[in-house]
């Protein structure tokens, strides 16, 4: 029998950095938000205090290169680990289906980058418009939150969990599926917890459990085979990577980690072949492909290693997203008679970043990237490096629709300030046909 959810946070929540003499509770089935809305908090349950050491640290050892990409536990169901939308709602295929065909569409939210290590105010910013969004009609109501990375700063500890990822949540009515960005893997110097620890616990647990970093909190860890998997849903397949510790680039495969991942994409990509799926695909990992601006540089070997798995199974996805440059960006890439939007979504609450230097003046989209010889076209359509935000993804039979919601609009905001759709079979931009 399920535990009744808890409806008041603790005091102190579990402060050890790897939970040692404190378990998880198993329970019957999923639970997310608290059963009684509760207000924002206004600060921190534990202090954190300055990073500016550890990263002085960092720095030192990357100049001295002496920073490589860590492994990682293999997942569950090698070459190609599964998750269901089903399977993390706990009800049948065949009802979910009969949901989604009678909406007529998928909704779902994403954005990364969201814990904050000043204070409450921003994530809760970007949460509360997301709860805000299941005011709505229920056909429009998301049934998802896919995270694109970088839960909590700056080390993936554990005992942060409670303050950038529990409460902010606590009123999200639906589950939240997350990728590992660099943060939530990388470990700080000096400490000897394992990389990816705390992730792993709270995304990636065999059962429904309430993991210890809750704090009395009702959600559920999620129960994501490891680190790269493909989720699947009514409409929807997203293949979704780990892009590794560095700060730039995004790593998927090299003699540090080994070639899972490419083994895996190869899979997943062979398999939406067999099955001629015929929804929307898209591709997700922490680190972007393209970045305009002077923060995060491209991930260019890492691109070319998902195109040439594109290229040899003859697959290519309708959209790819990412997070780590903390604010918006969306990109339109001109592959053969195809658009592909790649899109950055990073300002989920933690620190935004401005795209130009300071003293310059801001950039003008649309704006075509300087690509070396012989690669795609590559154009900067829009972009907010003002406001935290999210995606709100629609997918329908026949469309894939991608809206950027930002966060200073307030709860009561419905209209995007910016948008892009894709017609599913000819994978061309085209004008959203409404439901």
């Given amino acids: 029998m399920a535990r009744k959810p808890h409806t008041r946070k603790p005091k102190t929540p579990p402060q050890s950095e790897e939970m040692d003499n404190v378990g998880a509770t198993e329970l019957a089935g999923p639970v997310f938000a608290q059963p009684q809305p509760t207000p924002d908090p206004t600060q921190f349950e534990v202090k954190h205090p300055s990073d500016n050491p550890a990263y002085k640290e960092i720095d030192k050892l990357n100049a001295e290169h002496k920073l490589a990409p860590l492994p990682f536990p293999a997942p569950r169901g090698v070459p190609e680990p599964r998750l269901t939308l089903a399977d993390v709602l706990d009800v049948s295929e065949a009802s979910l289906q009969s949901q989604v065909q009678s909406n007529g569409q998928l909704v779902f939210h994403s954005t990364g980058d969201t814990g904050s290590t000043r204070g409450p105010k921003d994530q809760n910013l970007v949460a509360d418009k997301m709860v805000a969004d299941f005011t709505d009609d229920d056909k429009d109501k998301p049934l998802f939150f896919f995270h694109l990375g970088d839960v909590i700063y700056s080390f993936g500890e554990g005992k942060y969990y409670y303050d950038q990822f529990y409460e902010p949540y606590r009123n999200y009515p639906a589950p939240i599926v997350a990728l590992a960005g660099n943060h939530d893997g990388m470990v700080a110097p000096g400490t000897k917890v394992a990389s990816l620890a705390a992730f792993l616990e709270n995304f990636c647990a065999p059962d429904f459990e309430v993991a210890p970093e809750a704090g009395g909190l009702s959600r559920t860890a999620q129960i994501q085979p490891g680190v790269f998997f493909t989720f699947e849903a009514p409409l929807l397949r997203v293949l979704a990577l780990y892009s590794n510790t560095l700060e730039d680039p995004g790593v998927i495969a090299n003699n540090d980690i080994g070639n899972s991942q490419l083994d895996y994409l190869a899979a997943a990509l062979a398999r939406v072949k067999a099955e001629k799926f015929v929804g929307a695909l898209i591709i997700a990992h922490h680190h972007p492909a393209y970045t305009a601006g002077s923060l995060h540089g491209w991930s260019i070997d890492m691109l070319n290693e998902i195109d040439a798995a594109c290229n040899k199974a003859g697959v290519w996805p309708h959209a790819v997203l990412s997070g780590h440059a903390h604010n918006y960006q969306r990109f339109t890439r001109r592959h053969g ?88 079979k000819t994978r061309t931009l085209v004008h959203f046909a409404a439901t």
Avoid: M, W
């Fill in 337 to 424: 008679n195809t658009q592909i939007p790649y899109i950055v979504c990073g300002n989920g609450g933690h620190g935004l970043a401005r795209l130009a230097r300071k003293g310059t003046s801001a950039l003008r989209t649309p704006q075509a990237l300087q690509v070396p010889a012989n690669s795609d076209p590559v154009t900067l359509e829009n972009y907010d490096d003002q406001d935290y935000g999210y995606l709100r993804v629609v997918v329908t039979p026949a469309q894939l629709r991608i809206e950027y919601q930002p966060a200073s609009d307030g709860a009561d905001a419905k209209t995007p300030d910016d948008f892009v759709t894709v017609d599913l």
